[in-house]
Structures are given as structure tokens and as C-alpha cells.
């Protein structure tokens, strides 16, 4: 059975993303967000994330979440590893997925970042429109995976791969009771400029 994301538990939907010891991604952020040009109250607007959220982010306040991390990437036209220390590996938290990045690269205007991902059964995980153009590709290896577009999401089991243009919200989900083990290879190319 697959669990809507509506019924996760409060405490699943708020756990921090990123590691103990993640230091710098405040910083990182206000970097990206000045550079851009664009002021704490207008990537608050079009990240769908409250203004003190995203100041207690660029303060060091606030551990974020990981559809917070999301959504404020896809604002601005950027990776998710661009909060990240360079080549900075890691585990990323979201509600229902555990992530781990294992190398980013780039490849002329394309970056590229390869996790190994865990999906345990139980509520979904749904993840906000990156930018245009950005794809997402998972081989499964263990477990039955739901996964995609939120309005028509796939299904790969053993040894399948499933892609996606993740330019539109979409979800992650284990089917039956047994966690789904994969591989998740994120394709970002490079944004114009950040999305109104």
C-alpha cells in the first residue's frame, strides 16, 4: 500500500535534512540568492517558504528540511549540492527518503548529482518542481518503488529504472512493506536565470 504524504507524522515532515556539522549552507545561500539579485522577501515568495524560515537558514539558525532545501534550489535555478560545501558527501533527510550523495559532476552546462537512496515503506515523499529541464533517473535494486510525476507517478521494482522531466511536483514512495534501495541520478542543466 502506498502512504499519501498528507497523513505523515509532524515530527517525519520537520526532521533536518542535512547532517550535524553541515556548517556553511546559510552562508552558501545568501550567496546564491544575492548574486541572483533577488531579496530575502521575493526567494520567500517564490519558494513557497516563510521569510524567517529562510532568514533563520541564511543566519545558521534553522536546520532546514529537505523539501525546504528543494524548493529554494528550484527558485534559484541551482543544484541542491550548491548549499553544499564543495564536494561535500552526506546524508539528506526528507520525510520518507534517506539519501546519500555520493559525487557530483558537470559535464559543460550539466550538473550532475548520483546518491544511493533509501525509501522505507510508510508516508510519501513529496518533492516540489525543480527547474526546467531537470530530470531525475532511478534503478531500483531492492523493494518496489512509486515514483514521478505527482499526478502519474511510476513503478519500478528489481533491477527496473524509471526517469522523469522533474520540472513538476513529484513523489517517492515504497510499495508493500519492504524499504526500496536504489540509485538516484539527478541531471540539472544550467538555468538561465532563476525562475519568476
Known amino acids: ?7 505523515s507524522s509532524r515530527a517525519a515532515s520537520a526532521r533536518p535534512a542535512l547532517e550535524p556539522g553541515a556548517e556553511g549552507v546559510g552562508v552558501r545561500l545568501r550567496r546564491l540568492r544575492e548574486q541572483a539579485g533577488i531579496s530575502l522577501s521575493e526567494l520567500a515568495r517564490r519558494a513557497n517558504v516563510g521569510k524567517a524560515t529562510l532568514s533563520g537558514l541564511e543566519n545558521g539558525t534553522r536546520n532546514p528540511t529537505l523539501e525546504t532545501l528543494w524548493s529554494v534550489t528550484a527558485a534559484l535555478g541551482v543544484p541542491i549540492t550548491a548549499l553544499l560545501a564543495g564536494g561535500q558527501t552526506g546524508v539528506v533527510r526528507g ?102
Open 1 to 7: 500500500m502506498v502512504h499519501d504524504s498528507r497523513v
Open 95 to 196: 520525510t520518507a527518503v534517506e539519501a546519500t550523495l555520493l559525487q557530483v559532476f558537470d559535464d559543460g552546462p550539466v550538473t550532475y548529482e548520483l546518491y544511493r537512496m533509501v525509501v522505507p515503506p510508510g508516508p510519501a515523499q513529496a518533492s516540489p518542481a525543480h527547474h526546467t529541464g531537470v530530470t531525475e533517473h532511478v534503478t531500483v535494486f531492492s523493494g518496489v518503488l512509486q515514483a514521478g510525476p505527482a499526478d502519474a507517478p511510476l513503478l519500478a521494482g528489481p533491477g527496473e529504472h524509471i526517469s522523469w522531466t522533474s520540472d513538476v511536483p513529484h513523489r517517492y514512495a515504497a510499495v508493500g512493506d519492504e524499504p526500496v534501495h536504489a540509485s538516484l541520478l539527478i541531471r540539472y542543466p544550467r538555468a538561465a536565470s532563476p525562475q519568476p
